[in-house]
């Protein structure tokens, strides 16, 4: 599966696009992925779906949205539970701003070898990844701050 944050929120699964409609869906997804590989808390997985207002007990909601996030995402084990919380298992490659940050990295090694074609190749891949505004539609005020 493959994942942009690049712009609007997508999901493919091979040449298959996997609508994520709720709202609180994509906040979810777009919250693990932004860490990838690493745990979210419960907590931070709560500021993020409701920010200010937040719920005084949000562990039985947040399990919910991702029993059904797990669900739209074929059933697969993607998204792993965590005794504080829970973590996404895809590769950095797999989403699309952690390829971004590869593809500077690569680029500032070109440089620093003083490779000007291998730069601007990877420069422009990078650039190519984007695809407007990122988070464009998640609804969250904590992951836009996150992300910026």
Same mark, same amino acid.
């Given at each position: 599966?493959?994942?942009?944050?690049?712009?609007?929120?997508?999901?493919?699964?091979?040449?298959?696009?996997?609508?994520?409609?709720?709202?609180?869906?994509?906040?979810?997804?777009?919250?693990?992925?932004?860490?990838?590989?690493?745990?979210?808390?419960? =907590?931070?997985? $709560? /500021? @993020?779906?409701?920010?200010?207002?937040?719920? *005084?007990?949000? %562990?039985?909601?947040?399990?919910?949205? #991702?029993?059904?996030?797990?669900?739209?995402?074929?059933?697969?084990?993607?998204?792993?539970?965590?005794?504080?919380?829970?973590?996404?298992?895809?590769?950095?490659?797999?989403?699309?701003?952690?390829?971004?940050?590869?593809?500077?990295?690569?680029?500032?090694?070109?440089?620093?070898?003083? =490779?000007?074609? $291998? /730069? @601007?190749?990877?420069?422009?891949?990078?650039? *190519?990844?984007? %695809?407007?505004?990122?988070?464009?539609? #998640?609804?969250?005020?904590?992951?836009?701050?996150?992300?910026?």
């Amino acid at each position: 599966m493959k994942f942009g944050l690049l712009g609007p929120l997508t999901v493919i699964d091979g040449d298959r696009r996997v609508p994520i409609q709720s709202a609180k869906h994509r906040i979810l997804l777009a919250a693990l992925l932004l860490r990838a590989g690493e745990l979210v808390t419960l =907590d931070e997985l $709560a /500021e @993020a779906i409701w920010g200010d207002a937040l719920r *005084a007990d949000p %562990r039985r909601v947040v399990q919910t949205y #991702v029993a059904r996030l797990r669900k739209l995402l074929g059933g697969t084990e993607l998204i792993q539970s965590r005794p504080e919380g829970y973590a996404i298992a895809v590769a950095p490659g797999d989403v699309d701003v952690h390829r971004f940050e590869m593809l500077l990295e690569q680029a500032r090694d070109a440089a620093g070898a003083e =490779d000007r074609h $291998a /730069e @601007a190749a990877m420069l422009r891949q990078a650039l *190519a990844l984007w %695809r407007g505004e990122p988070l464009v539609d #998640v609804a969250s005020e904590l992951l836009h701050r996150d992300a910026g």
